[in-house]
């Protein structure tokens, strides 16, 4: 297989996950943008050391997770703001009139939301293992393969995380 | 086991990562005692509720993602996929079109040659460039929409030529 | 959800709402939100002030200092006290229709120019959200109130390209300093004697010329519709040409086909959302003429060509095999340059 045809199918089989991964991690779009492509060059640029039978998934994402590790370390003590989507201009200060949202839209709206501030409450080690175990569920040795740790380290991150989690979305979960 | 499941324990058994024996005893504790097992469905549901927050979430991979990755693997293919979305955008694709209609015309009514054939004009200064330059800036969100009239660009310019 | 009660669904949402209401302050006061209201401040601000503006170029600086009396949420007066040779000059901006008024020349000149639409600007500011991050700075204070300051970076290339300061309750952006690629300051602004008011005299807006002045009207909006309506045969618009390269993050925002001092050309306006170019082209031997200007000789290929710096802004212009070029934007040199070479 050639290289551009390697990056090709990368893309297509990977890139989504990849994204996705990516913008849990960041928070944003544009971020995860730039963490999927950062990671996508460095696989291109890496291909011959791919050894076919491993999992693709597993490299990608170990390489944004230590991508976006080295990304927060560079930009230690600095402001980061909510970029938005592509051709969504209700990004941009408009939210939805309420008199045409259905009610159901709401209280997802809002549990979406309560999950989404209870994560960024996460350190970046207790969100990568949320993410990874929880949203899509991996093992917790494939999550030390990505994120280059003990199995034992793993689970004490998702212990801890799991633990702030629950303080913070059973109590409204229940209400709701 | 103490009297109760621990936090951690049922963590685990939720994401399946109890040995054998462990999680066949917390399944068996579980049974009997009513505090445990209200612990554990709360548990699976702060999971299936990220599981489904995850899929709720879930975005498509932007394909102008996929194509700046292939730009910048391969730095020679510089086709610009933008670019090309902003054609659609319908205030331009309009007079583009337009354009292109009436171009076709000319191609029609006009011989191959004589298109290339230049009526001498006298020169535009580069000042009227400038100023064009300036007033489509209008949309933009930053411009300085206050700037660049015409006696300031243009007739100064000339007069003070050893200014910027 | 259909199986709760009316009271159930009540009492959930407010549950809802309550919880939103914390996400939307927080939207409120990241960067890019606040980025937003400062473009939108002056839609619902009334103001009066006097405006700093400096443009550095490679041989010196160009200062002016204006007076501004602003009624949101469109009406604009401004009023020229520097540099000498505009003093006592006026502008009235009123919606799209702009009013100069050049007492110098006894010149008053009426413009009007494109209306812009809510669905391009957003696009616009999308499209400046793509490329550009924005990061908090220090808070400040300019013309005796508290701002907030922010750090527009290309996304691209790292480079900070604006650093604006926004007053920190009515959102007006009272400075902005703009950096050339090689972090030089390419041209800051500063309000001065800032003050809020919609209490100004009924005729800071008049629109009429002064007596024996003479009135030119340049029509921008209609000089766009102009393609294909019966022109002669020169007057046809050029084979639009897409440049092979351009910056990171450039897209094109607009396609028009203005006439310039009687010529047809097509207008090509690219932009990232803080840079921008333009590319016009006619099929006429119409190369900008750089009287007045110091210009550059270049070669674009074997062709000759121009090369002319006005404060941020560059200049290149050349005659082609077949068409006319002249390329305008506030990139460096290289990059015109750059671009120039890749029109096909």
Not at chain 2, 13 to 35: I, K, Q, R, T
Not at chain 2, 136 to 161: D, I, N, R
Not at chain 3, 93 to 116: A, K, L, M, S
Not at chain 3, 323 to 333: P, Q
């Amino acid at each position: 297989m050639e290289q551009a045809e390697f990056l090709e199918e990368a893309i297509e089989k990977y890139g989504k996950a990849t994204y996705n991964f990516a913008y849990r991690l960041t928070g944003n779009d544009a971020d995860a943008r730039d963490l999927t492509q950062d990671a996508f060059i460095r696989v291109y640029r890496a291909w011959r050391s791919f050894r076919p039978g491993t999992s693709f998934i597993s490299w990608i994402y170990r390489i944004v997770t230590n991508l976006h590790r080295d990304e927060l370390r560079r930009r230690k003590g600095r402001y980061l703001e909510e970029i938005p989507e592509d051709n969504s201009p209700q990004a941009f200060g408009g939210s939805r009139p309420l008199a045409v949202t259905p009610i159901d839209d709401y209280i997802n709206q809002g549990l979406d939301a309560n999950i989404t501030l209870a994560l960024e409450k996460l350190s970046p080690e207790q969100k990568r293992v949320i993410v990874l175990a929880d949203m899509e569920e991996y093992s917790y040795q494939e999550i030390a393969d990505i994120m280059g740790c003990s199995i034992g380290t793993v689970r004490s991150r998702l212990h801890r995380a799991r633990a702030l989690l629950r303080n913070l979305l059973l109590p409204i979960r229940e209400q709701s | 086991m103490t009297p109760h499941c621990s936090p951690e324990q049922l963590v685990d058994y939720v994401n399946g990562e109890l040995a054998a024996a462990a999680d066949a005893e917390v399944y068996l504790h579980m049974a009997d005692c009513s505090f445990c097992h209200d612990a554990y469905s709360s548990e699976l549901s702060l999971r299936e509720s990220l599981h489904n927050f995850g899929k709720a979430t879930e975005r498509e991979l932007p394909a102008s993602l996929a194509d700046a990755i292939r730009q910048a693997a391969t730095p020679q293919r510089r086709v610009s996929m933008l670019n090309w979305q902003s054609f659609w955008r319908p205030r331009i694709a309009l007079p583009a079109l337009g354009g292109v209609a009436s171009l076709a015309l000319g191609v029609l009514l006009l011989s191959p040659h004589s298109s290339g054939v230049s009526t001498s004009i006298a020169q535009i200064s580069a000042a009227a460039f400038l100023d064009r330059h300036t007033e489509a800036m209008v949309t933009m969100p930053l411009a300085e929409h206050l700037s660049a009239p015409t006696f300031e660009s243009a007739a100064t310019l000339q007069e003070t030529p050893d200014e910027e | 959800m259909n199986r709760r009660s009316l009271p159930a669904l009540v009492c959930a949402s407010a549950c809802a709402f309550a919880f939103l209401l914390p996400l939307n302050a927080n939207a409120a006061d990241s960067a890019l939100a606040l980025l937003q209201a400062g473009v939108r401040a002056p839609l619902t601000t009334s103001y009066t002030a006097q405006v700093e503006r400096i443009h550095f170029g490679a041989r010196g600086s160009r200062q002016t200092l204006v007076r501004i009396e602003h009624l949101a949420p469109n009406a604009t007066r401004r009023t020229y006290l520097a540099p000498e040779a505009f003093y006592g000059n006026t502008i009235v901006q009123r919606g799209n229709r702009r009013y100069e008024c050049d007492r110098h020349h006894h010149r008053f000149v009426i413009r009007v120019e494109h209306d812009p639409d809510d669905l391009s600007t957003a696009q616009n500011f999308a499209l400046l959200a793509r490329n550009y991050r924005a990061e908090y700075g220090q808070d400040e204070m300019i013309a005796g109130y508290p701002v907030i300051s922010l750090s527009l970076i290309n996304r691209h290339t790292g480079e900070k390209t604006m650093s604006i300061w926004l007053e920190r309750n009515t959102h007006l952006i009272l400075s902005k300093v703009v950096f050339h690629r090689d972090g030089a300051v390419a041209s800051e602004m500063r309000f001065e004697k800032l003050r809020y008011t919609n209490k100004l005299p009924a005729n800071t807006f008049s629109t009429s010329a002064p007596s024996g002045y003479i009135v030119v009207t340049n029509n921008v909006a209609n000089r766009s519709q102009s393609a294909g309506s019966g022109e002669t045969d020169t007057n046809k618009p050029p084979t639009p040409i897409d440049p092979h390269f351009l910056p990171e993050g450039f897209a094109l925002i607009q396609t028009t086909y203005p006439t310039l001092q009687g010529v047809p050309f097509l207008h090509l306006l690219y932009s990232d959302g803080i840079r921008s170019l333009s590319i016009f082209e006619n099929q006429h031997n119409t190369p900008a003429g750089v009287n007045g200007f110091h210009a550059q000789s270049v070669k674009i290929g074997e062709r000759d060509a121009q090369l002319v710096a006005d404060g941020a802004n560059n200049l290149l212009t050349w005659q082609g095999a077949h068409s006319s070029f002249t390329l305008v934007g506030d990139l460096s040199k290289p990059e015109l340059l750059k671009i120039a070479n890749s029109l096909r």
